[in-house]
């Protein structure tokens, strides 16, 4: 069995899951960046203690499983989401979904996910993939981050799906409950929207940790790091830092260029100039987010390390801050027209 | 980032699939592209791998010296810690620490290390011993 599901690759697992799926479901305005933004996903957070395999908790895009929620919601069409304690039954709703038609988007865990390379497969479990079909024992899988759909096994799926740790999927599968066309006039009500709550993400969240003032807490800490964790530890926790802004999904800097093609898109929905002129400044500060990259690589490779290089991480962070500070700002100031 | 200068550094997932960048054209307009990797991102998952592999050498040189078990092998081997550990075999976590224990580890009940056994995917023979074979 094989549905007739189109595969689309994207920079991020769930921006992709969100986008097919939709895309299935007859909303053709649908793209990633459009599903990013309407799902409020840029985010920042550094959570000082909490640690993930080893080095430091940062996060450049919300919580998983929002941007789903969150743009179907805004879009007016209701969500099907499940967790499962057994495996079997697991199997058998997603088996029920498959013969009723219905392309299912599946939490994984990425550490026995048999089609990636080795290297990138650590116990991280808020991957997400679509599953289109069954034939013979062989899932037809298409995963967004990869350009070709691809398969696994029932075995393999159901390992994956039921990976244990830190956000573990219980088997969790979820897809829009309703097919049905969508009017520009909701996209524009839900860009609004989205843009609304990301500048409350990113402006008021209270405390030091979270959002503009996580990203200054952050770039204080790392100029810590060098005396506090020994230039070794701190090489890679800077590490860690690159693997997380730059790694699989972010679509580069951060989020922060999917964020600023989403302002482009934005703008073909409502004619208002400063959309445009606010995108500029996200790819300013994602090309700095690139540039703090490069600098941590020449520390975490030993090139340099002196307490002055740490010293110029922290200035691309705060320099950042400021930039997004401004652009949020900016965004929170648009009139929309009623 | 500007269309042009998209990194091409041929990296791990690189040579399984290109992944889409959002760069930017030459008048101004954001589009994809596929990258095949950049040699930053890759040396950073380095170091991670490098870590990983200090800490299963040093969980090697500890059992050795009998001051942890096993178990603290396997668990570097296989990437996991102890919250991990005791999700996929089904003991507490408070159990899994005291089985990292040497001494705690010997008397461990045959049942007990085949839980063990399954979750790292070796044999009790290779648990006990340390000695997988594996590229």
Request: net charge neutral.
């Given at each position: 069995m094989k549905l007739d599901f189109q595969h689309?690759?994207?920079?991020h697992c769930e921006n992709g899951?969100?986008?097919?799926?939709?895309?299935?479901?007859g909303v053709n305005q649908i793209t990633e960046p459009l599903a990013f933004g309407i799902g409020s996903g840029l985010f920042f957070i550094y959570i000082p203690f909490m640690k993930i395999n080893n080095g430091p908790a940062i996060a450049f895009r919300t919580q998983p499983g929002l941007i789903f929620n969150r743009t179907c919601k805004a879009l007016d069409i209701p969500v099907a989401r499940k967790k499962f304690r057994s495996k079997e039954e697991a199997e058998k709703i997603l088996m029920e979904c498959l013969a009723a038609g219905q392309p299912v988007g599946c939490q994984v865990g990425v550490y026995y996910l048999t089609y990636f390379p080795k290297e990138y497969r650590f116990h991280f479990n808020a991957h997400n993939l679509i599953v289109f079909g069954k034939e013979d024992d062989q899932f037809l899988i298409s995963?967004?981050?990869?350009e070709m759909a691809t398969s696994l096994s029932s075995y393999e799926l159901e390992r994956v799906r039921f990976a244990k740790g830190a956000f573990a999927p219980r088997g969790q599968l979820y897809y829009p409950k309703e097919k049905k066309a969508v009017t520009d006039e909701q996209?524009?009500?839900?860009?609004?929207?989205g843009i609304n709550r990301n500048v409350n993400l990113m402006l008021r969240i209270p405390g030091p940790i979270a959002g503009i003032r996580g990203i200054r807490f952050m770039a204080k800490k790392i100029g810590q790091w060098r005396d506090k964790l020994g230039p070794k530890k701190a090489g890679s926790y800077l590490a860690q830092l690159?693997?997380?802004?730059?790694?699989?999904g972010t679509g580069g800097g951060g989020f922060r260029f999917i964020y600023a093609a989403f302002l482009q898109e934005a703008y073909t929905y409502h004619q208002i100039p400063e959309l445009i002129d606010i995108s500029k400044q996200f790819t300013k500060s994602g090309d700095i987010w690139r540039s703090a990259a490069v600098q941590a690589a020449g520390i975490y490779k030993g090139r340099i390390g002196s307490q002055a290089d740490f010293n110029v991480m922290s200035d691309y962070l705060n320099a950042s801050a400021d930039i997004e500070k401004q652009a949020f700002q900016a965004l929170s100031k648009i009139k929309w027209p009623a | 980032m500007k269309?042009?200068?998209l990194p091409q550094d041929l990296g791990a997932l690189g040579k399984i699939t290109g992944e889409v960048c959002y760069v930017v054209d030459e008048s101004g307009n954001y589009t994809t592209v596929l990258s095949n990797g950049w040699e930053v991102k890759s040396?950073?998952?380095e170091v991670a791998w490098k870590d990983v592999e200090q800490r299963i050498q040093a969980a090697h040189q500890k059992v050795l010296n009998k001051e942890a078990s096993p178990i603290l092998f396997f668990m570097e081997l296989r990437v996991?810690?102890?919250p991990i550990v005791a999700a996929y075999t089904g003991f507490w976590k408070w159990q899994v620490k005291r089985h990292l224990k040497y001494k705690v580890f010997e008397k461990l009940s045959a049942s007990g290390l085949a839980r063990y056994a399954e979750v790292f995917e070796v044999s009790v023979e290779e648990l006990k011993t340390m000695k997988v074979d594996e590229t």
């Open positions: 689309t690759q994207a920079a899951v969100t986008t097919s799926l939709l895309r299935h479901h995963d967004p981050v990869m996209i524009r009500k839900a860009i609004k929207t690159v693997r997380m802004q730059e790694e699989i | 269309k042009d200068e040396s950073a998952l996991m810690d102890i």
